[in-house]
């Protein structure tokens, strides 16, 4: 079984810069980290292929200094590592990184299973695996809490969908998206880290991505903008009140009534 996961490098602080002309995040290498979903999605990986057996490669699209993510992953225990990175992927929203990823993956050739984490803690906007799925056209699972079992043509899952759980048959080759606590994730070992610090890594490029269309890419290939990003502004004083529930309860009618605001 082949099982590839995708992974990205985040800030790791609050502190970003902004390119103003284009609203794209100014990302650097200096403080950045792995994807926090990601780490379930490579542990999720790492069970099913002590549990299963599997062949576990890790995907990430970034700059060239993203690579890091990849040699963390090797410290984790997954075996391959592939950076795609070019100039001309830079700005992509959503569509556009699902767009570049799945074209990395025809590139690579579709593996059974695709891992991804629920959400990114910079985008966050939980939209790639979903999409990914559906311009590689094969079925997905989202919010994946439970790998119930696993055998050669299909998997069972049990998905977290807010209000309820839902446990679902899904044939491979398919896509699921990870919730935290899926599993703990295993710390990387430093034994490990020094092992596989000089393993070869595959890059790939704009050059290796079947649809060789330029506009598909990046900020070209992106119908979202962000136009601005500012941290929210606090107005208002806040206050905390003090005493007993009803006591509390009391005051704030009172003060709500006074704001007509109820
Ligand atoms: C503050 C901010 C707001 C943004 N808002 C939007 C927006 O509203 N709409 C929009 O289209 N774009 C938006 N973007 C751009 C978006 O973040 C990027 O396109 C990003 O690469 C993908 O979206 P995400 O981070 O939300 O990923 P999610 O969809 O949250 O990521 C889910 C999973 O997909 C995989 N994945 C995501 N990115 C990569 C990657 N580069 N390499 C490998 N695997 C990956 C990982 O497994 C990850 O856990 C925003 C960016 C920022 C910084």
């Not at 609050?14 to 980290?33: C, F, H, M, P, Y």
């Not at 890594?201 to 269309?213: K, R, V, Y």
């Amino acid at each position: 079984m082949k099982i590839l996961i995708c992974i990205k490098q985040v800030p790791g602080t609050t502190q970003v810069d902004i390119d103003e002309k284009t609203g794209v995040l100014k990302r650097s290498a200096v403080a950045a980290k792995m994807n926090p979903y990601d780490l379930f999605a490579i542990e999720t990986a790492l069970q099913i292929q002590v549990n299963y057996g599997a062949e576990t490669t890790a995907l990430t699209m970034g700059p060239v200094y993203s690579e890091a993510v990849l040699r963390e992953a090797f410290s984790m225990g997954i075996e391959h590592g592939v950076l795609l990175t070019d100039r001309i992927f830079g700005g992509a929203d959503c569509l556009a990184t699902s767009y570049a990823l799945s074209q990395a993956v025809k590139s690579l050739g579709m593996p059974d299973l695709l891992i991804c984490g629920k959400q990114t803690t910079d985008g966050d906007t939980a939209q790639v695996g979903a999409e990914l799925a559906e311009l590689l056209d094969i079925p997905h699972a989202t919010n994946v809490l439970e790998i119930v079992d696993l055998s050669e043509n299909s998997m069972i899952v049990k998905s977290d969908l807010g209000n309820f759980t839902q446990t679902m048959e899904i044939n491979f080759p398919c896509l699921i998206t990870v919730e935290k606590d899926i599993y703990e994730p295993r710390l990387p070992s430093y034994k490990r880290k020094i092992s596989t610090k000089d393993k070869p890594i595959q890059i790939l490029t704009f050059a290796d991505m079947p649809d060789q269309d330029k506009n598909h890419y990046g900020l070209s290939g992106s119908p979202t903008r962000v136009v601005r990003i500012f941290p929210p502004v606090h107005e208002k004083e806040n206050e905390v009140l003090q005493g007993l529930p009803d006591e509390i309860a009391e005051i704030l009618m009172m003060k709500l009534t006074r704001l007509k605001m109820t």
